[in-house]
């Protein structure tokens, strides 16, 4: 018990206690159990107990939403966190302000599209991502960033014709349901690939070193293997999406997809609102 005692307080000093207090796999534990590990916390009670817990700041950071038409529409989508999928979808009306093309070895090299394009904060962390990963000699490929309604539309359109929309729905995003749409997405590959959005890219050199140091730099695996289930994506190896490094790192640690990240962020809020809601 000493021992483990000593081993959370040496995590909690190295400020890695976030992962640890989950990893105990136990949501239900008082948050007061995990606070009180917190360096310098001293003695706290009540509800602000729940300020320690490393999810508290990201109770803000969920989708707001609108329901129209019986789908339901995010209404702060320029949220770092926000959370895009089948279930939650952005407006048409979506563009992000401040898409910008990132200084990164693109797979259609000069060529000035649309799917080069990343939000700028992402775009930064992606140029030091590439970068990193060319110190230990491996070229990522960036492929495909953002992708606009539009874009989502013309696609979605072109499926709808050739297959019926039932077999489009299966093949490709409805549109607004694309996280590239958000402009924190981006799908990598290696030369070693054909520069492919490929399954094998996974357990190729830069597709595991992406894994091991994505979170680095705020970028998540985002439809893991095994996770099908909760994402309702494929496994797609090539997929990594921004969303800060604290939440990266949170996510990483946990082995959590974006979608289990909030339900825990929601458990939470729950507990602090006296777990009577809904
Ligand atoms: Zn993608």
New binding site residues.
Partial sequence: MMHFISFMIALSLAGFHTSADYLAGDLDKPATETATTDKGSGAKTGSKDYQNDPLYPYIAQQNKLIEKDGVQYITNPENILVLANKEYSLQSSYSPPDLVRPNVTFSFGDEQVEKAKMRKEAGSQLEAMFAAAKQDNLTLYAV?GYRSYQRQQEVFGAEVAAKGEAKAKEAVAVPGTS??QTGL?M?ISSRDQGFNLTEAFGETPEGQWLQKNAHNYGFILRYMKGKEAVTQYQY?S??YRYVGKDAATIIYENDWTLEEFFQHVQALQKKIDGGTAK
Avoid: L, P, R, T
Wanted: negative net charge.
């Fill in positions: 495909s996280e590239h997405a799908d797609e090539w997929h």
